[in-house]
Every structure is written in C-alpha cells, then in structure tokens.
C-alpha cells in the first residue's frame, strides 16, 4: 500500500533518535498561509498544484483529494471573511456539495432539507467552517467586528452599515447564483440546486433565464418556487412550470387572476383564450362547466362557447343537470342564461316541458319590455292597421299575405322585430309548453299581440275563440284558413321558409321547431333536407275537424255582417267540398244576393248527383263480381261435399222433422261425395245419389246433386 506520507531525502541520527527532514505538504502550506491570513498566496499554490494534476494523464485519487480540501478549505475562509466571489470561485473549484452552502441561505432553503439527509464533508473543513446560521449573520459579524464601536448608535441600524449589509448580503446570493449554475452545467443537478437557482433567477428578475431553466428538463420543486413568483411577479413562469407538472386547477386560477385585473404580466398577452383552449384540450365536463360559468361574466359569448359545445352524436338528456346549469348562468349573467336556453331547446333538442314553459316566458318577457317602449308600441299598431285596411280592399284576392308574412317583409330588422318572430315560432311550433300559463300573459297586450293570441288559443283548443280573433281583430282571412286547412295550425311551412331565409340566425329555430331545411350559404344552391323537428308536427290533416273549422270560420264570417260578406262568399266556394248544403244554408242571412251563393249550389248540387250515380254504378257492379264469386264458389263446394244432418242416438224414433222441417235430436255428418245416403224429398232415406238438400249460399230452387 503507497504510503501518504511525503517522502524524505535527508536523515539526521543521534544518539536516542532519528529524526527526518521532510517537505512541507501542500495542506500544511495552505493551513499556514490561511493561518497568517495570505489566502491569494494559498489559491496560487492551489492552483499551481491543479496545474499539475490536470497535466497527468492519470492523476493519483489521493492528489485529487487533497486538491479538494484545500479549495474547501480557501473557500470557506473566504466566505468567513465575506470575500463572496473568491468565495464561490474555490469552493467550485472544489467540488463542494451544494447544499453545505445552501445551508447558509436558510430563506432561500425552506423546506427543501430535512433532518435527517447527511452530507459528506472533510473533517478539517468541518472544523473550519463558519459557525454562524446565515450569510446574514456572517455578514453582521463582519461589520460588527470592523466598524464597532466607531458607527452609532450600532453597526447594524447605522445608514452607512445598513446598506453596506445589504451589497454584501446581495453579493452573497450572486454568488450562490453563479455557483449553482456552474454546478448544473455538469449535469449534476438535484431538486434542492433546481429549485434554489429558480428562486434566484426570480429575485432577481432574470426572467430570460428563468424561462431557459423551466424550458429544460428540471427538479424544481413546484411548492418551494410558487410563493417566490408569486412574490416577484413571475406568473408567466409559474404557469409554464404549472403546465408542466399538470396543475391545471392552479394554472387556471392563475390566468383568471390576470384576467381579472388582479395580477399583471407582459409575457402572457391573452389569458382569456389560453384558459378556453386549455379547456377545450381537457374536454372535462366538470372543469368547463366551473370556468364556463366564470367566463360568463366575463366575456358571455366565450363563456357560452364553452357551455355550448358543438359535438356530434346525440347527446344523453339530463334535464335536472341543464336545468341547474341554466340558472347557475342566469345567476352569472341574465343574457347568457337566455341563449343557454335557446341552446338547449333548439340545439339540443330538449323534450324538457319546464325548459319549453321557460323559453316561452322568457320570450314574452321580453315581448312585454319593447312593448313599454312606446315608438315600438307605435309600430305595431300601425302595421296591424295598414294590414287590416290592405286586406279589407282586396279580401278576394289570390296575391293576399297573411299577416305574420306581412310584418316579417316590411318590418326593418331590429331586436323587437326577431323576439316577436322568435315568439311567434316558438308558440306556433311546439307543443311541450302549457298553453294555459301563457295566455294570460299574452291577453295583457291582446290588441297588439293577437296573432300570437290566436296561436295559444288553438292549442287549448278554442277553435271558435281564435278563428274570431283572426278575423275581427287581425283581418287575417289568409291565416284564418290556413287555421281550418291545417286543423289547428295558422303558420304555413312557405312562411317559415320565407323567415329563415330573410333573417339570419333564425335559421336554427325554423329547422328545429317545423323541419324546414337551413337555407343554403350560396345564391343558387339546393337547401339540404330539413332536420326532423323537435316535436314531431301533424302529417295528416284530421277531414273531419277540418270540416268543424270550416263551419266554425264561415260562422265566424257570418257574424261579421256586410265587412266579411265577401269573404264568406270566397269561403264558401273555394271550400263547397268541405262544407253541407244542408248545414250551410240556415247560416245565410235573408238579404243575400243568390249570386253569392250560386256557385258553392251549383258544385253542393253537381257532388250529390255525381256521388248518386257512382254509388248506382258501384252497386251494380258489386253485383256482377258477386255472380262472378259464386260461379266460381260451386264447384269448390262440390269437390269438398256437404253437410248433413242425422238423429242422435236414443231419440225419437225415425227421427222425425220438427215444425221448420228440421230434425228435432239430430247429428251432423260430413260425407265426401259419392258416400252420401240419400233421402227424398218425402224425408226417407235411399242408399246413395239422390238429392241431399239445397245448396249452402244458393238462391230459391238451388240444389247441389
């Protein structure tokens, strides 16, 4: 084994001992020199030996070790003495344990040492190193021990050793920042290195090189760093490091505080669209639902954005859910929850009674609030009376329009013109609300919203009641037979199609509500088919309600006097099909014209002749297939023989016929042909081939043989 000792060339004997001229070694040179206080003229001697291991190609470990103690050793002297940079410059140089120095940095460790983690260390710097807990306490040592007494009333509140601590104490920290660095460059790095050199980059707002750190593969410690940026304003930081280790909820709440106003960052310019995209990546229901109904209050059409998703395939309903997240977003903003509801209904399709009664009172509401607004009253009024006197000048004409097509042409587009389109669809077009809460809140303003009126009343059935409100009060003949056509329903598919056309953004409520197709986004192409409607509409008109309403309108026209003569006249011969003379005719008041009635007489009179000579034809020729039939029955019924009747056993003897010429106790026999017994016409019975009786089905005298 190669002993450490050093070697000696030179022996000197006498008489009790021998004693050895031995070189001084490189420890004992530096503990002297550091001893009499010469540390530049250690760190040459340091170095000149570092010089001469690196120049070996392969250097003695022990040489290496000794190196290293003695840098530690320099170092820490320096470090005691607050010489920082030289400091930091040999212990690098000898390879010192980072956390030996963090330990002197106890607001920069935290909790990132525990009691029982163990560093290996020289004993001799063990015994050197400075005994104080921080570089503070070194620091004020130091001061302590060059200017007391000479500063007053002390070292440490004196202006001038106040900020002398303070340079001293910031060049403590850059140093630890540059001897962390150089640690990590080798590829040493730890959680404690990591996170502490982050800390520094933070405090000292070296934000590009923080972002370098938190970009590269890292140990940081998350909840050691957060207080610190938090602290320093790093939030850009914060949420890069957030991102990574997939704090979404912290990320989040982080760039709602930016949004918000309550933090600041220039790194980051659009928290907004960063929080809908990280959503929109996570696709947690629960997570959008939470910052959906935040970003409502923000920014509603981006909240809603969320809240609404766009997926394909059909959705399961959860009617409880969406009725909880309709009012937490109407909590959050009144306008929001309106669309979300819109969204339900229209675009998710929801069967919901409660949600239809809700959008229908939701509409009304509104409704009632431009109607308070007097120019928009005003309007109104004036379109229903420019209606009422085009249509009573030409009652009979084929170009007439009925009044919802009327106010949607010439009404400008304005946010009360769609909310009554809205309305007027929403009640003609579903059948989940109920009807009887939501008349009387349109009968407050009957004479302006009588349209919508007739519409409710004919889905609680008061045919009678909204066939005059359409005629007396609306002068729309046009809906008022549309009414009777379609058995109930006043809105033709033709004016559906004509809204959606000429109002975008209503598209979505005609296809859902009547199935009309969306109108194509080209001039000149086909509109693809319409989506089947929420509620599934009529197919069939029902003939005989039709024929009710019918006798209802011309009622109706009736009771109007000479103002609708000229529509009951019109009625009664577009509709003489439909309608019974015989019911017709007590409804014609004395003083009418024949000639008004001429042409519905003459088609009542040409039906019941047609239908007289049909029905003679069609007897007559049900008479001949039914002498067809049984030409063609005879033979069948031969081939398959006959039935007869014998007494039963134990009854009359001979089995004698009763009064109707039938057998009293008898039995009944089914015999092929050619095995018949016969009998005469006298009642006695042969043995085989006579007559057996008359045929099954056959006219008088008709006889099977």
């Known amino acids: 084994m190669r002993s450490t000792f050093p070697r000696s060339n030179i022996l000197i004997l006498g008489p009790n001992s021998i004693q050895s001229l031995v070189p001084s070694t490189l420890i004992s040179q530096v503990e002297s020199l550091l001893d009499s206080h010469r540390i530049e003229d250690a760190v040459d001697l340091a170095d000149n030996q570092r010089k001469k291991i690196q120049a070996n190609i392969s250097p003695e470990e022990d040489e290496v070790e000794k190196l290293r103690y003695v840098y530690q050793r320099i170092g820490f002297q320096c470090l005691s003495e607050t010489l920082f940079e030289d400091a930091g410059k040999n212990l690098y140089n000898g390879d010192l344990d980072p956390r030996l120095l963090i330990r002197y940095y106890p607001e920069l460790r935290g909790a990132l040492f525990s009691a029982t983690d163990e560093i290996y260390v020289f004993a001799g710097v063990a015994e050197r190193m400075p005994t104080e807990f921080s570089i503070d306490d070194i620091v004020a040592i130091n001061l302590v021990r060059n200017y007391s007494p000479h500063l007053a009333p ?15 104490v910031m060049a403590a920290k850059e140093m630890l920042e540059v001897f962390l660095k150089k640690h990590r460059a080798r590829g040493t790095s730890s959680p404690i290195t990591d996170t502490i050199l982050a800390k520094l980059y933070a405090e000292f707002e070296k934000t590009h090189e923080l972002y370098t750190l938190l970009a590269e593969p890292n140990e940081v410690v998350v909840n050691e760093l957060e207080p610190v940026l938090k602290a320093t304003g790093q939030y850009n930081a914060l949420c890069i490091l957030y991102r990574q280790r997939g704090e979404d909820l912290k990320l989040l709440d982080v760039w709602a505080k930016l949004v918000e106003g309550e933090w600041t960052d220039e790194d980051i310019r659009d928290p907004l669209s960063e929080i809908i995209t990280l959503l929109a990546e996570k696709r947690d229901r629960a997570l959008t639902q939470k910052w959906g109904l935040w970003l409502t209050k923000i920014d509603p059409e981006r909240g809603l954005k969320l809240l609404m998703p766009k997926d394909s395939g059909k959705r399961r309903e959860r009617p409880e859910e969406d009725l909880a997240l309709f009012e937490q977003i109407t909590a959050a903003n009144e306008d929001a929850g309106t669309q979300y509801l819109e969204y339900l209904v229209l675009q998710r399709r929801s069967t919901s009674k409660d949600l239809h009664n809700r959008l229908v009172n939701s509409c009304i509401t509104k409704l009632h609030a431009f109607l308070s607004d007097e120019s928009v009253s005003k309007l109104w009024r004036a379109k229903a009376s420019s209606y009422a006197s085009s249509s009573s000048s030409r009652p009979e004409s084929s170009t007439a329009t009925s009044f919802l097509t009327y106010f949607a042409s010439t009404t400008p587009d304005s946010p009360h013109k769609r909310i009554r389109l809205k309305t007027i669809l929403l009640l003609a077009g579903s059948s989940l609300y109920d009807p009887n809460l939501i008349r009387p809140r349109i009968e407050e303003h009957h004479k302006l919203l009588c349209l919508e009126l007739a519409i409710v009343d004919g889905k609680l059935g008061n045919h009678r009641s909204a066939l005059s409100t359409l005629v007396h009060d609306l002068h729309d003949s046009v809906s008022a037979e549309a009414y009777c056509t379609l058995s109930g329903d006043l809105v033709l598919p033709k004016t559906v199609l004509s809204i959606a056309e000429s109002h975008s953004g209503l598209d979505v409520w005609t296809s859902t509500l009547f199935g009309v197709p969306v109108p194509p986004p080209k001039a000149g192409a086909k509109p693809g088919v319409g989506p089947v409607p929420v509620v599934k509409q009529k197919t069939l008109v029902n003939g005989e309600l039709r024929k009710e309403l019918l006798k209802v309108l011309l009622e109706v026209y009736m009771s109007d006097g000479e103002a609708s003569v000229g529509r009951a006249a019109h009625l009664l011969s577009s509709q003489a099909m439909n309608l019974d003379v015989l019911e017709v005719i007590p409804l014609v008041p004395p003083n009418w014209s024949l000639n008004l009635m001429s042409s519905f007489l003459e088609r009542s009179f040409r039906r019941s002749i047609h239908a007289r000579h049909e029905g003679k034809i069609v007897k007559t020729l049900s008479a001949g297939q039914n002498l067809v039939v049984k030409d063609e029955a005879w033979l069948v019924l031969r081939e398959e023989g006959m039935v007869i009747e014998e007494p039963l056993e134990g009854g009359d003897e001979g089995g004698e016929y009763d009064e109707k010429g039938g057998l009293g ?32 089905g056959e006219g008088e005298g008709g006889y099977i043989t």
């Open 154 to 168: 002390n070292t440490r509140s004196a202006p001038p050793t106040a900020e002398l601590r303070k340079i001293l």
């Open 665 to 696: 106790e008898k039995v009944v026999m089914h015999v092929a042909d050619g095995d018949v017994p016969t009998r005469d016409l006298n009642g006695n019975i042969g043995e085989k081939g006579g007559v057996a009786g008359r045929g099954e």
